[in-house]
Nanobody
Framework: QVQLVESGGKLVQAGGSLRLSCAAS????????MGWFRQAPGQEREFVAS????????NYVGSVKGRFTISRDNAERTLYLQIDDLKAEDTAVYYC?????????WGQGTQVTVSS
């Protein structure tokens, strides 16, 4: 059974930083490209960032380039998202999933709220 468990979200002030984690089990993590997605209130879920299995390739949506850094620890089967210089528009529930995302793998997500 595949489980993706996100954590690390909290209420932070604009300009602050966070590191989100996604613990993976039940899938061949080290061989899969993984990604972060987010869903803001009243909006569709959107792609944020992705990373290849061996961490050689990363990709970001334009609005987060230079502020977000995706990484992974294959030994720990964990995906990370470092978020710096948080902005109000980053407020959302953040999810991890495979690339491309599998609808059966969505977890509960972790809430990031940015106060201005």
């Amino acid at each position: 059974q595949v489980q993706l468990v996100e954590s690390g979200g909290k209420l932070v002030q604009a300009g602050g930083s966070l590191r989100l984690s996604c613990a993976a089990s039940g899938l061949p993590f080290r061989y899969l490209s993984m990604g972060w997605f987010r869903q803001a209130p009243g909006q569709e879920r959107e792609f944020v960032a992705s990373i290849s299995g061996g961490s050689t390739q990363t990709n970001y949506v334009g609005s987060v380039k230079g502020r977000f850094t995706i990484s992974r620890d294959n030994a720990e089967r964990t995906l990370y998202l470092q978020i710096d210089d948080l902005k109000a528009e980053d407020t959302a529930v953040y999810y991890c999933n495979t690339i491309p995302p599998n609808s059966a793998y969505w977890g509960q997500g972790t809430q990031v709220t940015v106060s201005s």
